[in-house]
């Protein structure tokens, strides 16, 4: 239902590359949404065949990497009805006493929180160049929790040695598999998750909700 992608690149001239991200919605048939990084043509994007609520995109904090990043938030409708926003984006590589990717990771969290706090669930998605332990992980695991298990490692692709790129949920979703996949077609494994939402809690103020117990004293 959702693919997020780093690193999608757009045309750069010095790649010869075609447009891929059109190219991946027309094969899918999904919605496309893009998330300028570098610059207006290379970044990350979300394919979706859900609907897309709302879209927000801001760049994160550039430290000592002369790449830009970005975070792309997309807003969607579940099949229930109920919203969730998947938090796309690709920490840097560059880290000298956490400098770069730790204030990058602390905007990100920032943005979840603010997403909280609209009622909105959170996943948070992308290449993080953070293993587990890492300072910068650390701050987003405050807030969400990662859906792959420790064993797993995803970088490079061939004979992967570290875990890097990330599925981080609420901690009252449930994951119902988590994998790495080597596809051949990047230098990362795919990270292939499924998810079930938190169940809706009960409305007080709905009499089924309430029939069978037993009333307060």
């Given amino acids: ?21 059109a ?3 027309t094969a899918t048939g999904m919605t496309a949404v893009f998330g300028p990084a570098a610059d207006e043509i290379w970044g990350n994007a979300v394919l979706t065949r859900l609907p897309v609520l709302e879209v927000a995109r801001e760049g994160l904090p550039a430290g000592r990497d002369p790449l830009g990043r970005s975070v792309l938030t997309v807003v969607l409708e579940l099949p229930d009805g ?23 990771a602390r905007a990100v969290a920032g943005i979840t929180a603010r997403l909280r706090e609209r009622g909105l669930d959170v996943i948070v998605v992308g290449d993080l160049n953070a293993a587990p332990g890492d300072p910068a992980l650390d ?18 692709a061939t004979a992967p040695r570290v875990q890097i790129d ?34 809706d809690a009960p409305d007080p103020a709905d009499p089924a909700a309430t029939a069978g117990t037993d009333p307060a004293p």
């Fill in 1 to 21: 239902d959702v693919i997020v992608l780093n690193e999608v690149d757009r045309g750069w001239f010095v790649s010869g590359a075609p447009d891929l991200l």
């Fill in 23 to 25: 190219t991946y919605a």
């Fill in 82 to 104: 109920d919203r969730v926003a998947v938090v796309a984006t690709h920490l840097s590589d560059v880290d000298v006493q956490g400098e770069t990717r730790l204030p990058q």
């Fill in 139 to 156: 701050v987003l695991e405050e807030l969400l929790v990662r859906s792959l298990p420790d064993s797993v490692r995803t970088f490079p």
């Fill in 166 to 199: 990330h599925v981080l949920v609420p901690n009252d979703w449930t994951v119902e598999t988590a994998r790495a996949v080597n596809t051949g077609l990047t230098d990362h494994r795919l990270v292939d998750v499924l998810l079930r939402p938190a169940p």
